[in-house]
């Protein structure tokens, strides 16, 4: 059964840093793209960041540029969203997804949810002061 599960969130000044992790299981998460999406209450949901398969390319848009990070630990079968000088605009419930059982997602569409069959069930990101 394929599962992704979401962990990390919490409250956090602006400028301060989390970590999050997304923990798969049911499959081999280094065999398929994953994508890190984000939901602010009113918005629609917005992808942050995106790991290919194999060669771990990666993309991520202006917004979050610089200021995010994704990677991948295959022995504990976990993709990771380092994220740094955090800002309010950052609030969201921030979701892990994989595009199995397709290898690969193309890179007109990574940040799609249309692209991603399977999902975590988020967790809740919160900049304030």
Do not use: H
């Not at 970590?19 to 984000?38: E, Q, V």
């Not at 979050?64 to 950052?90: A, C, H, W």
């Not at 979701?95 to 069930?121: H, I, L």
């Amino acid at each position: 059964q394929v599962q992704l599960v979401e962990s990390g969130g919490g409250l956090v000044q602006p400028g301060g840093s989390l970590r999050l992790s997304c923990a798969a299981s049911g499959f081999a998460l280094d065999n398929y793209g994953i994508g890190w999406f984000r939901q602010a209450p009113g918005k629609e949901r917005e992808g942050v960041s995106y790991i290919s398969s194999s060669a771990g390319i990666t993309y991520y848009p202006d917004s979050v540029k610089g200021r995010f990070t994704i990677s991948r630990d295959n022995g504990k079968n976990t993709v990771y969203l380092q994220m740094n000088s955090l800002k309010p605009e950052d609030t969201a419930v921030y979701y892990c997804a994989t595009s199995y059982p397709r290898r690969v997602v193309n890179v007109g569409v990574w940040s799609k949810p249309r692209s991603y069959d399977y999902w975590g069930q988020g967790t809740q990101v919160t900049v304030s002061s």
